[in-house]
């Protein structure tokens, strides 16, 4: 048996756009699309932030000395050349 009740208002609210009515819903669409996709971006930074200096927090030792250069590379040339032998 066919639905005989009558269509509430959002589904009348869609049969009375006109071309400016579907360009201002279509256009707030994109924009509601657009802020969605900023937020997760936002939270998806946010938390490779946070993860990161965690990690780095963690990994901090005061055991360990700071590196230090054991050889170079000087691409303009490809040649290869130590930290101690360095060209000046």
């Known amino acids: 048996m066919p639905n005989s009740d009558p269509p509430d208002d959002s589904e009348r609210r869609y049969e009375k756009f006109n ?11 994109a924009v509601r699309l657009a802020a969605r996709g900023i937020d997760r971006s936002a939270r998806g930074v946010a938390r490779i932030a946070a993860d990161t200096e965690r990690a780095y927090r963690q990994g901090r030792d005061d055991g360990v000395d700071d590196a230090k250069i054991v050889e170079e590379w000087d691409d303009r040339d490809g040649g290869r050349q130590s930290a101690d032998r360095r060209k000046h």
């Open 19 to 29: 071309a400016l009515g579907w360009a201002a819903w279509l256009g707030g669409q």
